[in-house]
T-cell receptor, first 108, second 115 residues
Framework: SQQGEEDPQALSIQEGENATMNCSYKTSINNLQWYRQNSGRGLVHLILIRSNEREKHSGRLRVTLDTSKKSSSLLITASRAADTASYFCAGNTDKLIFGTGTRLQVFP | NAGVTQTPKFQVLKTGQSMTLQCAQDMNHNSMYWYRQDPGMGLRLIYYSASEGTTDKGEVPNGYNVSRLNKREFSLRLESAAPSQTSVYFC??????????????FGDGTRLSIL
């Protein structure tokens, strides 16, 4: 399988805490993307980081990319109950290769 | 603005039956994709279409066929359904070609059970 791996598989935190998710991938990529999936819904794009970028911010999201280690991390700061969802990374070559996802539970 | 629309949302089939999953996007995107999502496996690409009139196999194409009917529509067909094809199927689209720095836009999925 070409799928990437995400760590941890599941994460439970309190509102206001930060959540960090890690992703490893197997092939060289043009960019890496993070998606959120709420229960019973499709994936929603969060942020894209290009292969020549090392860090990117969008609101409460911070993404890093280390192409030498083929890894990325997603940090959600000051988490909210509404952030409860599954989060997937996807490396992009000519198509997306998804990781296995992290299930985040944020308790009020 | 509907985005990506998938029909049906739910379906139960018997082994050996055939069916077509429909997908339509209204964003004038060139590329369209079909994925399946199984527990603990993330999304796996079944087929994709980089432009109208072209289709290519993804990671798990066996047992499926696709048709890019026009720029808006991309259908997925199961000719003889098997229990192993029980899954949630997602359609997605994006502007530009596969390697471009553009995100994919997803439908809400079709939940398919094969008995």
């Amino acid at each position: 399988s070409q799928q990437g791996e995400e760590d941890p598989q599941a994460l439970s935190i309190q509102e206001g805490e930060n959540a960090t998710m890690n992703c490893s991938y197997k092939t060289s990529i043009n960019n890496l993307q993070w998606y959120r999936q709420n229960s019973g819904r499709g994936l929603v794009h969060l942020i894209l980081i290009r292969s020549n970028e090392r860090e990117k911010h969008s609101g409460r999201l911070r993404v890093t990319l280390d192409t030498s280690k083929k890894s990325s991390s997603l940090l959600i700061t000051a988490s909210r109950a509404a952030d409860t969802a599954s989060y997937f990374c996807a490396g992009n070559t000519d198509k997306l290769i998804f990781g296995t996802g992290t299930r985040l539970q944020v308790f009020p | 603005n509907a985005g990506v629309t998938q029909t049906p949302k739910f379906q139960v089939l018997k082994t050996g039956q055939s069916m077509t999953l429909q997908c339509a996007q209204d964003m004038n995107h060139n590329s369209m994709y079909w994925y399946r999502q199984d527990p603990g496996m993330g999304l796996r690409l079944i087929y994709y279409s980089a432009s109208e009139g072209t289709t290519d196999k993804g990671e798990v194409p066996n047992g499926y066929n696709v048709s890019r009917l026009n720029k808006r529509e991309f259908s997925l067909r199961l000719e003889s359904a098997a229990p192993s094809q029980t899954s949630v199927y997602f359609c997605a689209s994006k502007s530009g070609t596969g390697g471009s720095n553009q995100p994919q836009h997803f439908g809400d999925g079709t939940r398919l059970s094969i008995l």
